[in-house]
């Protein structure tokens, strides 16, 4: 069984400002990980994912992650946000493709970028 | 093609009735999930397919519910008496797995309201 643990249910930030989401997982096999964003009103659109290699994986749009296998954590970080990040961000962990791809998901952390 | 696409966007319904929901997916894509989002928590598991198999549920889908993939193609997601703790938005996601892990592609959603 897994489960995500996402810390902050609502992250207020400052445009231009750093931001961090934090994300910790269990789970009793090997997993994948992956950050996905829900825009309002819109479905939910894959941001970065871990698969297996280096530990730091970064998006398009700037945004960064870094599995910490010791922590069993992949946090999610941005150097300088925009209003346009505004979102809702889910953690999600799956199992590698013996165990079933379903994907388990955290609670969201809900991003307010501020002008 | 334009992605995975939900029938109807959104639907009201009072309690003790029957609604069937649809998804249709990206063409080439042999898997097809669905989720449920409560308000406020991340998309939980439910059921997934494989062409017209389906291979795996969840103890959260009860006798009420059934999804079927007749042709492999679209799936619907059928719920009986309805209850309000049926509120939530269903989410289809499909995918094709290629290498070790498949990249799920989401829906907009299906967003149910029970009175």
């Known amino acids: 069984a897994q489960s995500v643990t996402q810390l902050d249910s609502q992250v207020p930030v400052f445009e231009e400002a750093p931001v961090e989401l934090r994300c910790n997982y269990s789970s009793s096999v090997s997993v994948y990980l992956f950050w996905y964003v829900q825009y309002p009103n819109q479905g939910l659109q894959l941001l970065l994912k871990y698969l297996s290699g280096s530990t730091l994986v970064e998006s398009i749009n700037g945004f960064e992650a870094e599995f910490n296998k010791s922590q069993t954590s992949f946090h999610l970080r941005k150097p300088s946000v925009h209003i346009s990040d505004t979102a809702e961000y889910f953690c999600a962990v799956s199992g590698f493709k013996a165990a079933g791809n379903k994907l388990t998901f955290g609670g969201g952390t809900r991003v307010l970028v501020k002008p | 093609d334009t992605g995975v696409s939900q029938d109807p966007r959104h639907k009201i319904t009072k309690r003790g009735q029957n609604v069937t929901f649809r998804c249709d997916p990206i063409s080439e894509h042999n898997r097809l999930y669905w989720y449920r989002q409560t308000l406020g928590q991340g998309p939980e598991f439910l059921t997934y397919f494989q062409n017209e198999a389906q291979l795996e549920k969840s103890r959260l889908l009860s006798d009420r519910f059934s999804a079927e993939r007749p042709k492999g193609s679209f799936s619907t997601l059928e719920i009986q008496r309805t209850e309000q703790g049926d509120s939530a938005m269903y989410l289809c996601?499909?995918?094709?797995?290629?290498?070790?892990?498949?990249?799920?592609?989401f829906g907009p959603g299906t967003r149910l309201t029970v009175t």
């Open positions: 996601a499909s995918s094709f797995p290629a290498g070790t892990v498949d990249e799920q592609y």
